[in-house]
């Protein structure tokens, strides 16, 4: 959510500590109040399930479909939102707000054209109802376009928004799933129905507030076509950090240790239930990556490159770079010795209290070593939006690559080795991603007047390519169209 710094620096400025505690907790709930939602939800709709005799097998059906379209949903989105980041602030910045809209739709377009499908055809091969088939398609459908509206929304700082309309379509699956158990339908079809129809009115809530904050615009739905042609490796960024940071757990759900709930459907509860409670425990170095980057890391930012655009001298331009250096570091420093600490009393004091809870010895070890490896996944990923924040978009994509060959391969490694070493490929992948991607960082810095001063071309280079000619022929078209439709509506009058 960049951006949200500007609305957090009004609450810093109190003095005291109740003003620092109001600005981590207001940073807490904007940015990950979606995702706790999320599991209060699915966590509320289980004991709902349960209080209406559901069995333990459909309940599992239910957490089966709920997991999978959050997952594949995420990674194909995953695959455009960097990119839809630079393209928004891009049309934001050049005042272009009328491309906004018509990119949503053309992008949401694409998207289904291969997400719908593909989802569709594995539906197929599980042996359930057309009842539950059409509301886990919709379910998948529907969270796809929610994640892009995201994006969009937070380029706006419409922050209280997102957490308003998911807490708004999570009271609605809530309520929906209860009424239509009490209505005698089948548990398994009733939850589903429930959940994906909350999040369609999640879906209509977003929508409404893009329609507010965007103007409508023209039907080009190919409007960043020429974008992408200039950025595509933002596209592959995307897609090998959602591979890497799931990556893992495919390993282990392709391997003998896999558990079925269809013969296609499958999952690993000796990985994934240590892995989720480790996901947990990188939530509050995202807060704080949050609150520094934007708070304090984007003042020294801006500072320097206003120094250069508005003619300060050599001597000033220096001096600012060397407060945004000492400012990036010292973030960076504070925040991965927070999240080691964190890290740390996670190991001890959460570790024996699952291992009281129910998780046997090695789900306790696994537990164990992916809370280190989700620190140094926070370390990686956090260090990859800093390589695009100075437009480093070559060695952003060269670190997610590597991080999501190392988690699959080290992970494959681990499993051969038993389960003790489980989770340690993940750590591994995180802690030489973590070392060559802080390097990269380190050495762009070093060279970052070069890449300022002597990089940029002089002159705008124009587009040539597919994309723009596709590009150029439907805006084209649009005019024409709104020519002719201009036309007749003045022959009417």
């Known amino acids: 959510m960049a951006g949200i710094g500007f609305g957090l620096k009004k609450v810093f400025r109190g003095n005291g500590i109740f003003a620092v505690l109001r600005g981590y907790s207001l ?50 989105a995953d695959s455009v939102l960097l990119f839809l980041d630079r393209f928004i602030s891009d049309c934001i910045y050049q005042l272009r707000l009328q491309d906004v809209m018509p990119s949503f739709f053309g992008m949401v377009f694409f998207l289904l054209l291969v997400g719908t499908p593909t989802m569709g055809l594995y539906l197929l091969t599980l042996p359930v109802g057309w009842e539950v088939r059409l509301a886990a398609h919709l379910l998948f459908s529907t969270l796809l376009i ?26 609605t699956a809530f309520l929906l799933t209860w009424a239509f158990l009490l209505c005698g339908m089948d548990p398994l079809t009733a939850a589903l129905w429930g959940t994906a129809l909350g999040f369609l009115v999640l879906l209509f809530l977003y929508m409404g507030q893009m329609l507010l904050c965007y103007p409508s615009g023209g039907w080009n739905l190919l409007v960043f076509f020429p974008a992408l042609q200039r950025y595509p490796v933002l596209l ?11 990556g893992h757990n495919f390993v282990f759900w392709a391997s003998g240790y896999r558990e079925q709930v269809f013969p296609t459907g499958v999952y690993c509860a000796k990985y994934d239930v240590p892995a989720f409670f480790a996901t947990l425990t990188l939530l509050p170095m995202l807060v704080q990556f949050v ?14 490159f206003d120094t250069i655009l508005y003619g300060g001298r050599l001597e000033d331009i220096r001096t600012a770079k060397q407060e945004m250096e000492t400012v990036l570091y010292a973030e960076l420093s504070h925040m991965f010795q927070m999240q080691f600490i964190i890290s740390i009393a996670a190991m001890v004091f959460l570790g024996n209290f699952l291992q009281t809870a129910g998780l046997d010895g090695p789900m306790v070890s696994t537990f164990r ?33 590597l991080f999501a060959a190392l988690s699959l391969v080290v992970s ?9 070493t489980w989770g340690a490929g993940f750590l591994a992948a995180g802690a030489i991603t973590g070392f060559w991607v802080l390097q990269r960082l380190r050495r762009y810095l070093s060279e970052l007047e070069y890449h300022v001063f002597c990089q940029q071309p002089l002159f705008e280079e124009p587009q ?4 723009c000619r596709a590009e150029e022929y439907l805006t084209r078209a649009d005019r024409a169209f709104a020519q002719r439709r201009h036309t007749h509506e003045n022959t009417q009058e």
């Open 464 to 467: 040539y390519g597919a994309l």
């Open 412 to 420: 494959l490694a681990t499993l051969a080795l038993g389960t003790n």
């Open 236 to 246: 592959l960024t995307g897609l090998l950090l959602g591979l890497g940071l799931y």
């Open 146 to 171: 929610v994640w892009v509206q995201m994006t969009y929304l937070s380029a706006v700082k419409r922050y209280e928004y997102l957490l308003m309309g998911f807490v708004a379509g999570a009271v």
């Open 27 to 76: 940073s807490a709930v904007v940015t990950e109040g979606p995702m706790v939602l999320m599991i209060l939800l699915v966590f509320s709709l289980q004991r709902l399930l349960t209080a209406f005799g559901a069995s333990y097998r459909l309940r599992e059906e239910f957490l089966f479909f709920v997991t999978y379209a959050m997952i594949f949903s995420l990674l194909l």
């Open 369 to 401: 070593l992916l809370c280190f490896g989700y620190c140094l996944y926070g370390l990686v990923k956090c260090s990859i939006v800093l390589l695009l924040y100075f437009d480093d978009r070559t060695d952003a994509c060269r670190a997610a690559g």
């Open 291 to 304: 609150v520094g980057l934007e708070t304090r890391f984007a003042d020294k930012y801006r500072k320097y």
